[in-house]
């Protein structure tokens, strides 16, 4: 199967570099803002506000990382790798908080740039870091990036009523993911999905043991190689079941996995043939897409107040970006538009029909969202950052008074109660699904 | 790794080890900013958090006789941060981030270097006030907008952005910390420089060379519930200086502005693109705020009236009907849209760089006929704008030059039509602002000599060991 990645250092019309050199520097990207009225002024950029200096704050910094990484023309640098660029690459938590800002052709490509800068670090022998390095040899061991065995992977299911998909039809595969699988306080992630699922009445199935790890963990590491490896047994896998157990839609728990089927899987040259007739669904759209169909109602009332955290994955990674690739509109490679096809207001109605629920927004929201801190490989090779981070997101929410956060990501989930425990707070953070499980 | 591993350690002794760096991929990225000035990387980057931080610096630079260059977040289009030496220390102020106090009764704020448009106008906008956002990014830094002599949307009503300062706090070149101003006498009063001598004269257009500033009070006036933006286009700039001579002597706009074509065009057009025959080749809109409902009715009529008088007199003036975008970005400021970035710089890519320059009205048009020929010589748009200044018949004429950075032959294109425009410019009376070291050379060469030795004369006396971004100033 052949993969269409982009390199940085590819010297074709419109590559990666044409778009790293159309960053004016202008630092738009390092703040998030809206007019309004009222004007709002939001940090945006979790590693600059960490690390300070240009270089790691957003794009801005980005553009210099590959530019400095390919060569300037007026310096004619030589680049050589240090461990201190390494960081400063490695502590992006790719959570796109810039993307959303930058108003020029870079925009597009911003996400593209910093994981081709990784891959050719893995390609160059010096990449990921030595703690991502497990990650990878998990994923290579075991198809899971957390060092858990195969056998493992279906122990959450223990004494669940859940359909084997491999032995039995069903139009919808519940992707659960690795994180509820083998990380212990994430499990009920899964088991509320299956609560929540067969109070709705929906008929799914799962692959059990045979799940496999879509791949995102590595892929945002640069280690394209073992992302294909996985990629590819899930795509023949679901055309599998397409064809053979008649699965139609894929639901994921994870924000990561969502972004990745949906987005990453997409540069494979087959893609189209492998997944057609399927649908990628998170559960958050899934349950939402019921509800509206009048498929459900909340009844129990829950008299509690909560807040919303949007997952980078379900959110603002997920657009539709109109290029000009061939200049007949504007120029060559001109970014003409974007189409927002993230999950936003789908949880937060959710959240809203529940009946005493109380319902207040943080200031950083949807699109201007402030990235949790786990994202990009921060957590493996940065985890005390990675929850010093989330704390700042969890002082946030304790702003709105609310009295649990409520998010649809494994790895937002995990980290934010670790940044909870940073601040001594006693806010908690839980999944959609386990505040539904309770309001059904 | 770049620079001597003692003075790191300095560095890192008085701002901790995490906020000094000599590492050269972060020098790299301080080694540039937007404009076509040549790229060099200082030796160190620290990150002070407040004035005593800067002063400990200051103090280690003079030992050390090591260059110092102030920075925020380097958004300006003069290579002003961009170090002229070896082995220079940028100093990035960007911790120094707060907005100590807003006076809501005396409308002033007091605030640090590293107080950003956007973040400003949050808070200004909760107590119904403003300033003079210009059309910059909305992460660049008030203070540093201040004291360069930037320019805003009021500039009309209240003149630059500079003459909005009321109060400073500086840490010398030596390394005192000096308070001009107000707060100089009473520690907590930052409404006024008058009526002391005007010592912030000494830190205010001087880039950077002689001294840091760490806290300044700026005037916050309100912002007027009655909004309109009228347009108008002609067919020369003959005619647009005319009406806009009309308009500017009745000082009701507070920002009065027009542009040529190429400029009107969303991004500027890259290369040059010849302007459709039918199209007006100046365009212009006057923001006319009010009080109350019968003070715009009247401004209104002036406008009108002045319409009605300049067509009579001959004047190919017209009434347009601007694009609504174009409305709200004559008073959704800061903005992300109107910055340098899309609507300037977009199809170019990488950089942008200007002749900005303040300079009598009627010069504009000697000045914009020789500019439209170097700037289509050249294959680059002539997209110039001129605006009113308040109470007065100068202001900004300035060309908007769009630069590709990946390519250094069109970066020294976009260059030398910028020299040879300053050159023009200066023959006719102007003075550019926030002057990049090349149009130093250009103004030294023109300038009386007392005045050459004044400058030179006063930056040796505040900075002896000259270690405030030397260089800059040509020959200091």
Known sequence: ????????????????????????????????????????????????????????????????????????????????????????????????????????????????????????????????????????????????????????????????????????????????????????????????????FNKIGVDFGTLGKKEVCCGSTVLRLGAREEFKRVAEKNLEIFKNLHDERGVDTIVTSCAGCYRCILEDYEIADDFKDYMDGITIKHTADFIYDLYKEGKFEPKNEIDMKVTYHDPCHLGRHVKDWKVD??????????????????????????????????????????????????????????PDWAAENAALRVEEAEQTGAEKIITCCPFCHANLNDGAKVRNSQLRTIDLVELLDEAL | ???????????????????????????????????????????????????????????????????????????????????????????????????????????????????????????????????????????ASVLACAI?????????????????????????????????????IQEDSWHSLLPLPLLNGLFTGWLGTTGVVTKIGIFTPAIPPEVEIVTTATDTLQDMYKYMLQMGRYEIADDLTAVSWWLSQVPIPYPYKEKPKDAPEWNSYAVLYAYTPKELEAKLEMFEQTVKDQQKAGSSLQVTQYPEEARRARTELPSQIVGSTKNYSKEAGGGISWPGTFTPANRWVDVWEKWRDIYT???????????????????????????????????????????????????????????????????????????????????????PNNIMNPGKLLYR
């Not at chain 2, 900013?33 to 931080?53: I, R």
């Not at chain 2, 990946?406 to 200066?426: F, G």
């Open chain 1, 325 to 382: 690739w061939d200049g007949s509109q504007q120029w060559k490679g001109s970014y003409l538009d974007v189409e927002d096809k993230g999950t936003f207001e789908q949880p937060r109605e959710l959240i809203k029909a529940i009946p005493g629920i109380k319902y207040e927004e943080m200031r950083r929201n949807r699109n201007n969202s402030y990235c949790c801190g786990s994202g990009g490989g921060v957590k493996t090779a940065f």
């Open chain 2, 1 to 139: 790794m770049a620079g001597d591993p003692n003075i790191l350690k300095e560095l890192q002794g008085i701002v901790g080890e995490e906020q000094a760096t000599s590492d050269k991929h972060i020098m790299y990225a301080y080694s540039y900013d937007m404009s076509f000035v040549k790229n060099k990387l200082p030796a160190y980057v620290v990150l002070p958090e407040n004035a005593e931080e800067v002063q400990q610096i200051v103090k280690l630079a003079n030992k050390t006789k090591t260059p110092l260059i102030p920075y925020v977040a380097g958004t300006n289009i003069g290579g002003l941060c961009i170090p002229e030496k070896d082995n220079s220390i940028v100093m990035d102020l960007k911790r120094m981030n707060r907005i100590i106090r807003i006076d809501e009764d005396s409308r002033y704020a007091i605030i640090e270097p590293g107080v950003s448009h956007a973040q400003l106008a949050e808070e200004l906008y909760k107590r119904g006030l403003r300033f003079g956002w210009p059309v910059g990014p909305p992460s």
């Open chain 2, 377 to 463: 010589k050249r294959n680059l748009s002539p997209s110039v704008r001129v605006t009113m200044y308040r109470g007065t018949h100068y202001g900004m004429l300035r060309a908007m030059t769009p630069l590709n950075k990946q390519y250094p032959d069109q970066v020294e294109n976009a260059r030398m039509a910028i020299v040879e425009a300053l050159q023009v410019l200066l023959d006719n009376g102007g003075i550019p602002y926030k002057p990049p070291v090349d149009f130093w050379k250009e103004i030294f060469d023109r300038a009386d000599p007392g005045f050459v030795q004044l400058i030179q004369d006063v930056k040796d006396f505040i900075d």
């Open chain 1, 1 to 196: 199967m052949e993969w269409n990645f982009r390199n940085i250092d590819k010297e074709a019309e419109l590559n990666l570099k044409h778009f790293f050199w159309k960053c004016t520097a202008c630092g738009t990207c390092r703040s998030g803002y809206t007019f309004g009225p009222p004007p709002t002024f939001r940090k945006i950029c979790p590693q600059g506000q960490k690390f300070g200096f240009e270089g790691f704050f957003a794009s801005k910094g980005k553009a210099a990382l590959a530019r400095w990484m390919t060569s300037d023309p007026i310096l004619k640098n030589e680049f050589e790798w240090t461990p201190e660029y390494l960081k400063t690459l490695y502590t992006c938590t790719g959570c796109a908080g810039c993307q959303n800002q930058c108003q020029i052709d870079f925009k597009p490509h911003i996400i593209d740039t910093i994981e081709a800068m990784r891959a050719k670090a893995v390609q160059d022998g010096v990449g990921p870091l030595k703690d991502h390095n497990v990650l990878v040899q998990s994923m290579r061991n075991n198809d899971n990036p957390y060092t858990g065995p195969r056998g493992m992977r279906a122990k959450w299911m223990k004494g669940l009523d859940v359909k084997d998909i491999n032995k039995e039809d069903s139009s919808v595969l519940y992707f659960a993911g690795c994180t509820p699988a083998y990380n212990a306080p994430i499990r009920q992630l899964a088991v509320k999905t299956v609560s929540v």
């Open chain 2, 148 to 184: 360069c002599h930037g320019i805003g949307g009021i500039t009309g009503r209240y003149g630059l952005n500079s003459e909005q300062i009321t109060s400073m706090e500086v840490v010398r070149p030596t390394g005192e910390v000096a308070r001009v101003g107000s707060c100089a």
